[in-house]
T-cell receptor, first 120, second 110 residues
């Protein structure tokens, strides 16, 4: 089975440019997560979608960051304008969530191989 | 505040030298504790989920255990291919968020 697919794998761009990262979750998964990983802070959740709807974007660092999920098989994370401190590895993960509220349960999250972003 | 602390930060073992990695957590009601393995340049790869104190899971040379305050990942007779960063994450009851530790970098020498 195909896992979570992210593109590009590497992105190097200059400060001020727009960056778009892409993610295709595992087919049948209804939850999608965007994370950022740095040496200093480890893995940080940026935004969570359930059934294509953004549920929690409290981890998005600034208005320069935005994310969309137009359908169940595609999501984007956009940074505009980019800054050097945005340099990190960005991961997308997907899982299956069943049920509602406190009675809901999540299957484990499965991660893509990430996009290594360097802003010069 | 929900928190996960992993120790040690780094560990070097000789091939065949068994050891344990620790994951201490504080969470307001545990829904699940997850262990992942991450290789350089790759995303975290799911290993185990533990739900309640006393539970154990095994996979090849790895065994994960859980108490009310911590989890251990025991590595028995490791091989060089077990070298990786091992990440622990907890999910609090009533939430979808994973809180990740910063990982243990394991190096197994031949």
């Amino acid at each position: 089975d195909a896992g979570v697919i992210q593109s590009p794998r590497h992105e190097v761009t200059e400060m001020g440019q727009e960056v778009t990262l892409r993610c295709k979750p595992i087919s049948g998964h209804n939850s999608l997560f965007w994370y950022r990983q740095t040496m200093m802070r480890g893995l940080e959740l940026l935004i969570y979608f359930n059934n294509n709807v953004p549920i929690d974007d409290s981890g998005m660092p600034e208005d320069r960051f935005s994310a969309k999920m137009p359908n169940a098989s595609f999501s984007t994370l956009k940074i505009q304008p980019s800054e050097p401190r945005d340099s990190a590895v960005y991961f997308c993960a997907s899982s299956t969530r069943t049920g509602l509220g406190l009675g809901s349960s999540n299957q484990p999250q499965h991660f893509g191989d990430g996009t290594r972003l360097s802003i010069l | 505040e929900d928190q996960v602390t992993q120790s040690p930060e780094a560990l070097r073992l000789q091939e065949g030298e068994s050891s344990s990695l620790n994951c201490s957590y504080t969470v307001s009601g545990l829904r699940g504790l997850f262990w992942y393995r991450q290789d350089p340049g790759k995303g975290p790869e799911f290993l185990f989920t533990l739900y309640s104190a006393g539970e154990e899971k095994e996979k090849e040379r790895l065994k994960a255990t859980l108490t009310k305050k911590e989890s251990f990942l025991h590595i028995t007779a490791p091989k060089p291919e077990d070298s990786a960063t091992y990440l622990c994450a907890v999910q609090a009851a009533g939430t979808y968020k994973y809180i990740f530790g910063t990982g243990t970098r394991l190096k197994v020498l031949a």
